[in-house]
């Protein structure tokens, strides 16, 4: 069983920092399991759909979405098995719920993993 625990949310001034952290757990994390899975971040604004924020992929390629790019950075440490992401120069259209999602793009231990977390909401206002 795959886990994902995010956090790091909270409530930000415009102009200001957060640090996300989505932890995973699970007893396929063995050696560099980890490091296999292609990583991404999700945000969703109420009444808005689900978009993809950041993605580092196993490959060690980062993307990122148009309106972050220059003030959020994906990282992964996979000796923790875990996946930030730096947000910076935070402006309020930036709040929304925000979810990491690993996807094992080739089989591990005979299956393909598709997990979420449960989100943190990141709340940028004065």
């Known amino acids: 069983q795959v886990q994902l625990v995010e956090s790091g949310g909270g409530l930000v001034q415009p102009g200001g920092s957060l640090r996300l952290s989505c932890a995973a757990s699970?007893?396929?994390?063995?050696?560099?399991?980890?490091?296999?899975?292609?990583m991404r971040w999700y945000r969703q604004a109420p009444g808005k759909q689900r978009e993809l924020v950041a993605t580092f992929t196993s490959a060690g390629t980062t993307l990122y979405e148009d309106s972050v790019k220059g003030r959020f950075t994906i990282s992964r440490d996979n000796a923790k098995n875990t996946v930030y992401l730096q947000m910076n120069s935070l402006k309020p259209e930036d709040t929304a719920v925000y979810s990491c999602?690993?996807?094992?793009?080739?089989?591990?231990?005979?299956?393909?993993?598709?997990?979420w977390g449960q989100g943190t909401q990141v709340t940028v206002s004065s």
């Open positions: 999602n690993a996807i094992s793009p080739t089989l591990i231990a005979g299956k393909f993993y598709d997990v």
């Open positions: 699970g007893n396929i994390f063995t050696g560099n399991i980890f490091s296999r899975f292609n």
